[in-house]
């Protein structure tokens, strides 16, 4: 197992601190290595200092195509583009051993965790966003045979300077017969469709005595089929009506399960907050709630949550759910990428919507803050 390094780091120990954290990481470095570290980069071959990549519209980049066996340790971009909403216009796919549909497909800043087209800064233990603009995945990334991570320009102006650098291992040994393929999907709901706006406030009685047992109209994170584990997902929300958006329970069905296997209290409890957040934002290693807008129709929120400590595994199939709103009420828009491991082949992935779709926008959808759009 010594040949996976970090992935056992930080998937096999518990991350209960972060000291604990780091002293995993220092002590790995008394160990000899047995792989050699390469890296995939936008470095100028001339010897220059252009250092960048342009995109052009309708154009796929290919930011690495490199065989195998080996694991992604880090990948990492900055992007310079006078495209509003370049985020949701830049689309990153990911693919394993020559498989001809990607494991990961999402917009570029809803992978990672910017899933309202803007710019913030925030550190998890797999995601951060730095100063300046900095996107950096700390997801190990297993292949045997290939690897190849592209972007493609949906947008109708040139990327002027692509910026990346992403670092693997390469080894001259297999990989164990058990390691799982690294994947993430990208959802939206635009807007989510609720079964009423006719309430007043998220407490009224006609809303909180409706039941919800088997998550009908749930919104999903993620439906995979396989065996392998769920590691955790990024969200964002734009409030089509007024109050607090996350009067909604998450809800995960394991193996077909008909009610769920795990359920929760709340929105903001399962992205371990609490009382809306107190409408302040917060960043940890595996929480957080980054964006934190107020109470009302138009508002933006991003938050995230990574079962690190404990993978959510499945033998046969997994659908990983929120409410919006208590039994689905509230017709607020979502953006998310869920992030799991898994054997393949995968389930296909549903389409990846229009990218017009994909620009987060205020919806007439009747109820509180709404009744006159």
Not at 95 to 111: L, N, R
Not at 288 to 309: C, K, M, N, Q
Request: proline share 8%; with cysteine; charged share 20%.
């Amino acid at each position: 197992m010594r040949r996976l390094g970090l992935l056992v780091v930080l998937f096999c120990v518990v991350p209960l601190a972060r000291s604990q954290e780091l002293s995993g990481l220092l002590s790995n470095l008394t160990r000899p290595q047995d792989y050699v570290l390469k890296r995939a980069g936008s470095w100028d071959r001339t010897g220059g200092n252009n250092d960048s990549r342009r995109i052009a519209p309708g154009e796929t980049l290919t930011v690495l195509d490199d065989s195998g066996p080996g694991v992604i340790t880090h990948v990492w971009f900055t992007i310079a583009s006078g495209e509003k909403d370049h985020l949701k216009k830049l689309v990153l796919r990911m693919y394993w051993d020559d498989e001809p549909t990607p494991s990961v497909e999402a917009p570029i800043g809803d992978f990672f965790g910017l899933g309202l087209g803007e710019y913030f800064t925030y550190q998890s233990l797999p995601l951060a966003v730095s100063s300046v603009k900095a996107l950096n995945s700390f997801f190990p990334m297993p292949f045997r045979k290939s690897a190849k991570i592209t972007v493609t320009n949906e947008g109708s102006k040139p990327v002027g300077a692509c910026y990346f650098n992403i670092e693997y291992r390469v080894y001259s040994k297999p990989l164990p017969a058990d390691t799982l393929y690294f994947h993430a999907q990208y959802r939206q709901a635009t807007p989510n469709h609720g079964w009423t706006n006719q309430w007043q406030s998220n407490g009224d009685p006609r809303v909180d005595r409706k039941p919800n047992l088997t998550g009908e109209d749930n919104y999903v994170w993620l439906e995979a089929k396989g065996r392998g584990s769920y590691v955790g997902e990024t969200m964002s929300v734009l409030q089509n009506q007024d109050e607090w958006w996350g009067e909604g329970d998450d809800m995960f069905f394991i193996d077909g399960d008909k009610v769920p296997t795990i359920e929760g209290t709340g929105s903001e409890d399962y992205f371990l907050g609490a009382w809306d957040f107190g409408g302040k934002p917060f960043s940890y290693e595996l929480f957080g709630a980054p964006v934190v807008g107020e109470e009302v129709a138009g508002s933006r929120s991003s938050v995230y949550r990574f079962h690190l400590d404990s993978p959510i595994p499945f033998t046969k199939s997994i659908r990983a759910t929120i409410e919006h709103g208590h039994a689905n009420h509230r017709s607020d828009s979502f953006f998310s990428v869920a992030y799991w491991y898994q054997t393949e082949p995968h389930a296909p992935f549903p389409p990846l919507p229009p990218v017009e779709d994909r620009i987060p926008k205020l919806y007439c959808v009747g109820g509180p803050g709404n009744a006159g759009k």
